[in-house]
């Protein structure tokens, strides 16, 4: 581990052999300058980890090297010890306001000036880690999407299958010959939309790493229980889920199957919002469930693709997640129709949804049948 570097800047040279002898001896690196304008020169080059500045200089004070040093971006917060045979309140005042982080009067004492040293460069320490950490972070962010871009394009078609598909169905498509059924396609499906409510809000008044903790948890329970089901997940952004039922692969009721995985949702939920209301955060889900006809298959660019469905199915479904209130499950008619008798609904009349041009006979769904 390299030592870390002290500069003594100070016109007398008595003063700085004896600062000098006491921090070598300690096993720092000791620089010099014999005035507030080399002193300043050197900061100005870097590699520098804290300053013992005098006060009293011919050709540039203290106070104004100081001002100086915390005036430059790249040494604004460089740890500055104005040393002073001043003790004088006054004069301290006006090294704060110069931008001193501490103090020492000559004579030195060596305990005082070892203890002053270690504690500066241990907040040092701990504010280039934050600036090494945030520079790390800056750097993941800007070259996230070309990573990932470059992932997708090294990684197996199974391995590709798996990103949108329940493992089963991608054990499925890995045949010969199967993995024509993600090129697009038209058929009636059952889509499934999901999203909380009051998150909005949450995000606002939480930080985001908190945010993210919760949105992961969400997102784990979920989804396990999408490839539990045999859904499609085709889509999810923020707190929102699309899913799919009887596409890519034909299933003989994907109705009840949607149906039985929002209800295993809406139970699995309750154990999630029990404990986020512990924590003060007060989030639902709504759940809409619509069947239709769609297009569906493989939707995106080179380097990046999902498997998607377009549809009236997919904005009803979506609409009516947005009209169902906290833990609630809206469906269509069409499902109901499909459900049979093994599920429990509930109707609601005829309903106004927004960007649906016509009102809609909606449903609740509250349970399988006994």
Same mark, same amino acid.
């Given at each position: 581990?390299?030592?870390?570097?002290?500069?003594?800047?100070?016109?007398?040279? =008595?003063?700085?052999?004896?600062?000098?002898?006491? $921090?070598?001896?300690?096993?720092?690196?000791?620089?010099?300058?014999? %005035?507030?304008?080399?002193?300043?020169? #050197?900061?100005?080059?870097?590699?520098?980890?804290?300053?013992?500045?005098?006060?009293?200089?011919?050709?540039? /004070?203290?106070?104004?090297?100081?001002?100086?040093?915390?005036?430059?971006?790249?040494? *604004?917060?460089?740890?500055?010890?104005?040393?002073?045979?001043?003790?004088?309140?006054?004069?301290?005042?006006? %090294?704060?306001?110069?931008?001193?982080?501490?103090?020492?009067?000559?004579? !030195?004492?060596?305990?005082?000036?070892?203890?002053?040293?270690? /504690?500066?460069?241990?907040?040092? =320490?701990?504010?280039?880690?934050?600036? +090494?950490?945030? =520079?790390?972070?800056?750097?993941?962010?800007?070259?996230?999407?070309?990573?990932?871009?470059?992932?997708?394009?090294?990684?197996?078609?199974?391995?590709?299958?798996?990103?949108?598909?329940?493992?089963?169905?991608?054990?499925?498509?890995?045949?010969?010959?199967?993995?024509?059924?993600?090129?697009?396609?038209?058929?009636?499906?059952?889509?499934?939309?999901?999203?909380?409510?009051?998150?909005?809000?949450?995000?606002? $008044?939480?930080?985001?790493?908190?945010?993210?903790?919760?949105?992961?948890?969400?997102?784990?329970?979920?989804?396990?229980?999408?490839?539990?089901?045999?859904?499609?997940?085709?889509?999810? +952004? %923020?707190?929102?889920?699309? !899913?799919?039922?009887?596409?890519?692969?034909?299933?003989?009721?994907?109705?009840?199957? =949607?149906?039985?995985?929002?209800?295993?949702?809406?139970? +699995?939920? *309750?154990? $999630? /919002?029990?404990?986020? @209301?512990?924590?003060?955060?007060?989030?639902?889900?709504?759940?809409?469930?619509?069947?239709?006809?769609?297009?569906?298959?493989?939707?995106?660019?080179?380097?990046?693709?999902?498997?998607?469905?377009?549809?009236?199915?997919?904005?009803?479904?979506? #609409? $009516?997640?947005?009209?169902?209130?906290?833990?609630?499950?809206?469906?269509?008619?069409?499902?109901?129709? &499909?459900?049979?008798?093994?599920?429990?609904?509930?109707?609601?009349?005829?309903?106004?949804?927004?960007?649906?041009? @016509?009102?809609?006979?909606?449903?609740?769904?509250?349970?399988? &049948? +006994?």
């Amino acid at each position: 581990m390299n030592a870390q570097r002290v500069l003594i800047v100070d016109d007398v040279p =008595a003063n700085v052999r004896v600062l000098a002898k006491i $921090l070598e001896a300690s096993g720092f690196a000791v620089e010099t300058a014999g %005035g507030g304008v080399e002193g300043l020169a #050197r900061i100005r080059e870097g590699g520098i980890d804290i300053v013992l500045l005098d006060v009293m200089m011919p050709d540039m /004070s203290g106070y104004e090297v100081c001002r100086a040093v915390r005036a430059d971006e790249k040494t *604004a917060v460089l740890p500055v010890v104005l040393v002073t045979a001043l003790d004088d309140v006054e004069e301290r005042v006006k %090294g704060i306001e110069a931008g001193a982080d501490d103090f020492l009067s000559k004579p !030195i004492r060596q305990p005082e000036l070892l203890a002053r040293v270690r /504690s500066l460069l241990r907040i040092k =320490a701990y504010h280039d880690t934050i600036v +090494a950490q945030r =520079a790390q972070l800056e750097e993941w962010t800007r070259t996230l999407e070309q990573r990932v871009a470059d992932a997708v394009g090294e990684i197996e078609r199974h391995g590709r299958l798996k990103r949108f598909l329940a493992p089963q169905i991608a054990e499925m498509l890995l045949g010969e010959g199967k993995e024509e059924l993600l090129r697009s396609h038209r058929r009636e499906i059952t889509v499934v939309f999901i999203d909380l409510r009051g998150f909005t809000a949450f995000t606002e $008044l939480s930080d985001p790493e908190e945010v993210m903790r919760v949105i992961n948890d969400y997102y784990g329970v979920m989804g396990a229980l999408v490839q539990e089901h045999g859904g499609t997940l085709a889509n999810y +952004a %923020g707190d929102g889920m699309m !899913i799919l039922f009887n596409d890519p692969v034909p299933t003989p009721a994907p109705a009840a199957d =949607a149906a039985r995985m929002a209800l295993a949702m809406q139970a +699995a939920y *309750a154990g $999630l /919002s029990q404990q986020w @209301k512990a924590q003060g955060y007060d989030l639902k889900m709504g759940v809409g469930i619509a069947q239709g006809y769609a297009t569906v298959g493989v939707i995106g660019f080179e380097g990046r693709r999902d498997y998607g469905a377009i549809g009236p199915v997919c904005n009803l479904s979506a #609409r $009516l997640c947005s009209e169902a209130k906290g833990d609630e499950i809206l469906v269509s008619q069409r499902v109901v129709g &499909a459900l049979g008798d093994a599920f429990r609904t509930e109707p609601m009349g005829e309903v106004t949804l927004k960007g649906v041009h @016509k009102p809609q006979p909606v449903f609740r769904l509250l349970g399988a &049948a +006994a």
